[in-house]
């Protein structure tokens, strides 16, 4: 069993930054893929990044590629996503996830999510 505990989020204006963090509990976090997935308000929840289990792939979706940055530190049992110029429509509930099965196929969907974090909220004011 892993627990997921996201914190980071908060208010922030259009343009600043954020970094979320996730830390799991176990001794098995470096064997998961990790991941972070979001909810806007009335949408499904979506995809945001995702790195494989010694860092060495990451993966994004296009709609934060290029100011989004995910990483994590095994010794720490600890996932984090850095977002920059953040805008409005990133105003989300944020889900860490740990993956049951992780490869360059499956990083996107949630029915490979084995782990869900409670999420936590990112709000930027338009």
């Known amino acids: 069993q892993v627990q997921l505990v996201e914190s980071g989020g908060g208010l922030v204006q259009a343009g600043g930054s954020l970094r979320l963090s996730c830390v799991a509990s176990?001794?098995?976090?470096?064997?998961?893929?990790m991941g972070w997935f979001r909810q806007a308000p009335g949408e499904e929840r979506e995809f945001v990044a995702a790195?494989?289990?010694?860092?060495?792939?990451?993966f994004y979706a296009d709609s934060v590629k290029g100011r989004t940055t995910i990483s994590r530190d095994n010794d720490k049992n600890t996932v984090y996503l850095l977002m920059n110029n953040l805008k409005p429509e990133d105003t989300a509930v944020y889900y860490c996830?740990?993956?049951?099965?992780?490869?360059?196929?499956?990083?996107?969907?949630?029915?490979?999510?084995?782990?869900w974090g409670q999420g936590t909220q990112v709000t930027v004011p338009s």
């Open positions: 996830a740990a993956y049951e099965i992780f490869n360059s196929h499956t990083y996107s969907r949630e029915d490979r999510v084995y782990y």
């Open positions: 176990g001794r098995t976090f470096s064997s998961y893929g």
């Open positions: 790195i494989s289990q010694s860092a060495i792939s990451t």
